[in-house]
């Protein structure tokens, strides 16, 4: 049973573009979500997080849409950058507190920035 | 140091062999996590340690599948009898108050 979805194992988008990663989750207990990024042969690093009392949480080109009705995120990166290609993780927890609860991850959507 | 440390990074082992997997936290992060990466899959919960309180284990997939984390640092995740399905990146992680989870570069476990 996969609470957290993430439909599109690939993306591949032009350089300069927007990027848009897509996730759905099916637990309505989820409070938080966030982004990971994976680069091959690292351990994934956090990239940005939304609490569910907020609907979009900018950083930088880095945006997170919450659609609850929906039980829907989007990640937005704009422009996308070649170094940007890696693989991202959508994750998300119930009752996270700043860290002390398990987070319960998508499957990954390998983001592949071209020139 | 200053991030998460795995060891071994990579380890190849018979099928039926016992594997030792060996992580080092951030130093005063109370919280502790394993995941697994299998080929083509998401990262799939194992354990998580907090503190003094009992691990939440419910994420192990057979009794084949331990762990334990001494003194509230290092923890070693032990994997009996192991079986080709196996294979996966095991990655750890460590969290503090506040923050989010720092990942390790992962042992990449091969059954062979």
């Known amino acids: 049973d996969q609470q957290v979805k993430q439909n599109s194992p690939s993306l591949s988008v032009q350089e300069g573009r927007i990027s848009i990663l897509n996730c759905d989750y099916t637990?309505?207990?989820?409070?938080?979500f966030l982004w990971y990024k994976k680069y091959p042969a690292e351990g994934p690093t956090f990239l940005i997080s939304i609490s569910s009392i907020k609907d979009k949480n900018e950083d930088g080109r880095f945006t997170v849409f919450l659609n609850k009705s929906a039980k829907h995120l989007s990640l937005h990166i704009v422009p996308s950058q070649p170094g940007d290609s890696a693989v991202y993780f959508c994750?998300?927890?119930?009752?996270?507190?700043?860290?002390?609860?398990?987070?319960?991850f998508g499957a990954g959507t390998r983001l592949a920035v071209h020139p | 140091g200053a991030g998460v440390s795995q060891s071994p990074s990579n380890k190849v082992t018979e099928k039926g062999k016992d594997v030792e997997l060996r992580c080092d936290p951030i130093?005063?992060?109370?919280?502790l996590y394993w995941y697994r990466q299998s080929l083509g899959q998401g990262l799939e919960f194992l354990i998580y340690?907090?503190?003094?309180?009992?691990?939440?284990k419910s994420g192990l997939p057979s009794d084949r599948f331990s762990a334990e984390r001494t003194g509230g640092s290092v923890s070693t995740l032990t994997i009996q009898r192991t079986q080709q399905e196996d294979s996966a990146v095991y990655l750890c992680?460590?969290?503090?108050?506040?923050?989010?989870?720092?990942f390790g570069s992962g042992t990449r476990l091969t059954v062979v």
């Open positions: 994750a998300a927890s119930a009752g996270f507190s700043g860290g002390y609860n398990k987070l319960i």
């Open positions: 637990n309505s207990m989820f409070d938080y």
């Open positions: 992680a460590s969290s503090w108050v506040n923050y989010g989870y720092t």
């Open positions: 130093s005063g992060h109370t919280a």
């Open positions: 340690f907090q503190g003094n309180s009992a691990p939440d």
